[in-house]
T-cell receptor, first 113, second 114 residues
Framework: GNSVTQMEGPVTLSEEAFLTINCTYTATGYPSLFWYVQYPGEGLQLLLK?????DKGSNKGFEATYRKETTSFHLEKGSVQVSDSAVYFCALSDGGSQGNLIFGKGTKLSVKP | SAVISQKPSRDICQRGTSLTIQCQVD?????MFWYRQQPGQSLTLIAT?????????ESGFVIDKFPISRPNLTFSTLTVSNMSPEDSSIYLCSVLRQMNTEAFFGQGTRLTVV
């Protein structure tokens, strides 16, 4: 069945460091791919998405490119800030609807000043 | 965006009892979902809450254990019945305004069963 494998955390970085959180997926067909973020005490929020191969999603300095050949959707940011400290979830939707999402386990990111 | 109010935010319950979690949205939405996040695990879809009819459950989840109501387009409840410590999880409500649009999540209900 469909699944998402996400880099285990926690990840601790210094401010302005480069961030990569790896995400790979297994799916039939052509899934849409998402990164969600959960800030402390808040609900899940959509960070970015890509709906087809080679699409690049971007938001708030974060980027991820849909790589069908490697079945990956790695999250990157060139210079993290303390305010980026959160839990990041990679997810896929195989039915065209974001409602039925399959999530990775989440990666907790802590950014130190 | 959609503003989702999920209650309670957390609870500690005795085994064998039941807890009902409420999800209220600030406007009508097409789809509502309930997820579970067990400790150290990813989010897992429990069911789709259907307005005016029985919920659609995912494999491994049954109505007797997780009865769901959705009386209108802005409100849904999830009940965790006859609880055991294995039910200790975070339960999340999610909504779609329309198909193929962004999914919004409530803040979750952290349930501990003792």
């Amino acid at each position: 069945g469909n699944s998402v494998t996400q880099m285990e955390g926690p990840v601790t970085l210094s401010e302005e460091a480069f961030l990569t959180i790896n995400c790979t997926y297994t799916a039939t067909g052509y899934p849409s791919l998402f990164w969600y973020v959960q800030y402390p005490g808040e609900g899940l929020q959509l960070l970015l998405k890509a709906t087809k191969a080679d699409d690049k999603g971007s938001n708030k300095g974060f980027e991820a490119t849909y790589r069908k050949e490697t079945t990956s959707f790695h999250l990157e940011k060139g210079s993290v800030q303390v305010s980026d400290s959160a839990v990041y979830f990679c997810a896929l939707s195989d039915g065209g609807s974001q409602g039925n999402l399959i999530f990775g386990k989440g990666t907790k990111l802590s950014v130190k000043p | 965006s959609a503003v989702i109010s999920q209650k309670p935010s957390r609870d500690i319950c005795q085994r064998g009892t039941s807890l009902t979690i409420q999800c209220q949205v600030d406007s009508q939405v097409t789809m509502m979902f309930w997820y579970r996040q067990q400790p150290g695990q990813s989010l897992t879809l429990i069911a789709t809450a259907n307005q005016g009819s029985e919920a659609t459950y995912e494999s491994g989840f049954v109505i007797d254990k997780f009865p769901i109501s959705r009386p209108n387009l802005t409100f849904s409840t999830l009940t965790v019945s006859n609880m055991s410590p294995e039910d200790s999880s975070i339960y999340l409500c999610s909504v779609l305004r329309q198909m193929n649009t962004e999914a919004f999540f409530g803040q979750g209900t952290r349930l501990t069963v003792v």
